[in-house]
């Protein structure tokens, strides 16, 4: 419990910053290291430590494949400068996937994200009322929005708030207090919405219509899931925004298109280890403004491999989720699960495939395990969605190593390891198994970048 409390308040310091106000900035007190350093040796010193899921060996090597790629480009001291830099979020998700496997303690670090994104987009749109917010961080010079610290860019801000709009649909959903709770996170929601509005950022508005996308495809299917995100694009195209100058020919279109061809000539120049953590701007004025294109450039082959294998599993485990019913001990079971996570049809297709009537069963403990079911397929739902805003912004950035990524990993194995352990028939992952896998769809997804890049390049 204590681990909890201090990884929840490090979550509330990362996300806040309220250390950075001008109030607080000169009290010189480190809040952010005794929050995580309190969180690490309560942990330590309690029995909630697991180490099932493959992200728990992935990203420990990828922390020092990115130390390694610079030490072997000839700078052992700066590796040892990153690994200092990248250890908080290696312990972040480390503590934060551990102590979050509890239904309670998953709805309060989404409501912890999520208030925070809100307090967030109030102060954005104070700071749009009168050009500088309670922070003391004044609008960027094309009115855009802005926060502090990590935030400070309005890019990162929009994608904060892309995250948690979908965690804010998934509180509004539990309902109770007589239909005020749902009307909250509804007003939250909405207040997520005109934040990405306020920062003007293109990729967060194109992460908005993926989200869209995904989650009509995971309720309605694929067919609706097209129509709505393309009508939502096209709605969001109407509005005064940066938006509507999205062309390849462009200049901050070019710009970008110009430091992937930069970034992929890094990588054939140096495949097996990349130019370096942190080294892409030496070769280029421009960083890379892709995560994709950072991690291939800077780590080479193997440090992709391993990053692309961690964010792959984030997504397979809530699909997984999504797609699989928990087995029962007798015939007929799994057609409950799947017509109480459906919404109906499950006695016709129990009748279709022959399956016996189901012997007596206490139904008060039946019931209750399938509305915990119901309520694992929406957090999943939640958190795949939030991958995909995550994605859909980061296709644009170059946000390979931000902790913000790492805590939204966190949810995800803490969510996908108390899944299992409530429903043991949802079936694991084993690194072992799927690095052929892996290896196979890291080049095809190298591969597929580079015919993009090449009809990009004939576009412009």
Not at 122 to 149: A, E, F, N
Not at 357 to 385: G, H, I, K, S
Request: with cysteine; hydrophobic share 55%; aromatic share 12%.
């Amino acid at each position: 419990m204590l681990a909890f409390l201090c990884i929840s308040l490090y979550l509330l310091l990362v996300l806040l910053r309220p250390q950075e106000y001008p109030q607080m900035v000169d009290a010189g007190i480190p809040l952010l290291p005794i929050a995580l350093v309190s969180a690490l040796l309560a942990w330590l010193g309690s029995r909630e430590k697991r180490f099932d899921e493959p992200q728990y060996l992935i990203l420990p090597v990828f922390v020092l494949m990115t130390s390694l790629s610079i030490a072997l480009n000839g700078w052992v001291g700066g590796a040892v400068e990153h690994f200092t830099l990248f250890a908080p979020s290696l312990v972040a998700f480390v503590v934060l996937a551990n102590t979050t496997t509890a239904p309670g303690r998953m709805t309060w670090v989404m409501v912890v994200f999520t208030a925070s994104a809100a307090v967030m987009a109030v102060h954005g749109v104070d700071q749009k009322s009168t050009g500088v917010g309670w922070t003391g961080m004044p609008l960027v010079d094309d009115g855009r929005i802005q926060y502090l610290g990590i935030f400070s860019d309005p890019n990162d801000l929009a994608m904060l708030f892309v995250i948690c709009l979908p965690m804010a649909v998934y509180l509004a959903s539990r309902g109770g207090l007589f239909g005020l709770r749902r009307m909250l996170w509804l007003g939250v929601a909405g207040l997520l919405l005109y934040g990405i509005y306020l920062t003007n950022s293109r990729g967060g508005m194109l992460a908005v219509a993926a989200m869209l996308g995904v989650f009509l495809w995971v309720r309605r299917g694929p067919a609706s899931a097209l129509v709505v995100a393309v009508a939502g694009l096209v709605a969001m195209r109407l509005l005064p925004s940066r938006l509507n100058e999205l062309d390849v020919t462009e200049r901050s279109a070019s710009g970008r298109v110009e430091a992937w061809y930069e970034g992929i000539q890094m990588f054939i120049g140096s495949p097996l280890y990349g130019v370096g953590t942190g080294n892409f701007t030496n070769y280029h004025h421009l960083t890379a403004h892709n995560s994709l294109v950072l991690v291939l450039a800077e780590n080479g082959v193997i440090g992709f491999g391993l990053w692309f294998a961690f964010i792959g599993y984030c997504f397979w485990m809530m699909v997984r989720i999504l797609r699989e019913a928990p087995q029962g001990s007798y015939p007929g079971q799994r057609w409950a699960w799947d017509d109480a996570a459906t919404g109906g049809g499950g006695e016709a297709e129990a009748e279709a495939e022959g399956e016996a009537a189901a012997p007596a069963f206490d139904a008060a403990w039946d019931m209750a395990l399938v509305e915990q079911w119901r309520r694992d397929r929406a957090v999943a739902t939640a958190l795949l969605v939030s991958l995909v805003g995550f994605a859909a912004t980061a296709f644009f950035l170059s946000r390979s190593y931000i902790i913000l990524l790492y805590l939204l990993a966190a949810l995800v194995v803490a969510h996908f390891t108390a899944v299992r352990e409530r429903f043991p028939a949802v079936p694991a992952f084993r690194l072992s198994g799927d690095m052929f896998r892996w290896v196979l769809l890291a080049g095809v997804a190298t591969l597929g970048f580079y015919v993009l890049l090449r009809i990009l390049l004939v576009m412009s």
